[in-house]
T-cell receptor, first 111, second 114 residues
Framework: QKEVEQDPGPLSVPEGAIVSLNCTYSNSAFQYFMWYRQYSRKGPELLMYTYSSGNKEDGRFTAQVDKSSKYISLFIRDSQPSDSATYLC???????????FGGGTRVLVKP | DAGVIQSPRHEVTEMGQEVTLRCKPISGHNSLFWYRQTMMRGLELLIYFNNNVPIDDSGMPEDRFSAKMPNASFSTLKIQPSEPRDSAVYFCASIHRDSADTQYFGPGTRLTVL
């Protein structure tokens, strides 16, 4: 079993809908949780990061971490076609430490 | 800042040939990571360096893979001899050791081994 599990999708939604993404993990030592966005043929770019449990909001993006359930989520409000990409969750045990990635969820936002 | 720079962007080679991938991290970043991404296995960490010293190479698939970081501004990942199953996109990323939220990825090198 992988340390970090993520549904590969694809997840197809109409423009303006809320996109809901999530990952589960097995290692309770993870403390930092990130979401990366990766466009086709590009490198991943950091969207959000959260330390320990809680919520964090940045514009249309909200990240949630529930360490008790080992479950993290990313919500994208008012989705746009430009949000179409692969979203990867990642986590690590300490600042600057190596990241363990989920497999990524491909999201398609249709106009 | 130019970001993380990788070269070449694309590499096509024949089985058995030596392949060298190059990375220039962001100036001031003191940790560097090499990842490999495939459809089947996703994004996997191969090796990472702190202050030019290899810290964890447990992800390096086998002895055919080697990585070096001779100074703070340059790293190489070498595959010798290359095999078709090495075909993947190889990413380099850099980070300031004390900042968990600043790991920046390069554009990747797409390697095809025929």
């Amino acid at each position: 079993q992988k340390e970090v599990e993520q549904d590969p999708g694809p997840l197809s939604v109409p423009e303006g809908a809320i996109v809901s993404l999530n990952c589960t993990y097995s290692n309770s030592a993870f403390q930092y949780f990130m979401w990366y966005r990766q466009y086709s043929r590009k490198g991943p770019e950091l969207l959000m990061y959260t330390y320990s449990s809680g919520n964090k909001e940045d514009g249309r993006f909200t990240a949630q971490v529930d360490k008790s359930s080992k479950y993290i989520s990313l919500f994208i409000r008012d989705s746009q076609p430009s949000d179409s990409a692969t979203y990867l969750c990642a986590m690590c045990k300490a600042a600057g430490n190596k990241l363990t990635f989920g497999g990524g969820t491909r999201v398609l936002v249709k106009p | 800042d130019a970001g993380v720079i990788q070269s070449p962007r694309h590499e096509v080679t024949e089985m058995g040939q030596e392949v060298t991938l190059r990375c220039k991290p962001i100036s001031g970043h003191n940790s560097l990571f090499w990842y490999r991404q495939t459809m089947m296995r996703g994004l996997e960490l191969l090796i990472y360096f702190n202050n030019n010293v290899p810290i964890d190479d447990s992800g390096m698939p086998e002895d055919r893979f080697s990585a070096k970081m001779p100074n703070a501004s340059f790293s190489t990942l070498k595959i010798q001899p290359s095999e078709p199953r090495d075909s993947a996109v190889y990413f380099c990323a850099s980070i300031h050791r004390d900042s968990a939220d600043t790991q920046y990825f390069g554009p990747g090198t797409r390697l095809t081994v025929l």
